[in-house]
């Protein structure tokens, strides 16, 4: 099992605008493909209070990149991410990083 550490820095003012999209839109598309989200998180105390983290399992690197990719293709999903951003962009940088456990971590 490996997590995918996502931060969406959002431009000012618009992490209402990709929470919602992620409620009402982009979970869906996470069903439909397979795609296990462990949870999402805003800041409370930090550097910027205008991001949102979240975390995906997998079962792999090489299922990652199966399932992500079927979900970026999806047509209906780019139709409604380019709608969600038709007349203001949402995201000014996207961070991932890929993490394993460690041999001493706890199973889930």
């Not at 839109?25 to 979240?54: C, H, R």
Request: contains cysteine; proline residues 6%; neutral net charge.
């Amino acid at each position: 099992m490996i997590v995918e550490l996502r931060v969406y820095h959002c431009l000012p003012g618009r992490l209402p605008a990709l929470q919602d999209r992620f409620r009402d839109t982009t979970l869906a598309f996470f069903e439909k493909y397979g795609i296990e989200p462990v949870g999402f998180w805003t800041t409370l105390v930090g550097e910027s209070n205008q991001s949102l983290t979240y975390m995906l399992k997998w079962a792999s690197l090489a299922d990652r990149e199966t399932r992500w990719a079927a979900f970026q293709a999806d047509a209906d999903w780019q139709a409604k991410r380019a709608a969600s951003e038709a007349q203001t962009p949402i995201v000014a940088r996207i961070e991932n990083s890929f993490l394993t456990p460690t041999d001493f971590s706890p199973r889930s």
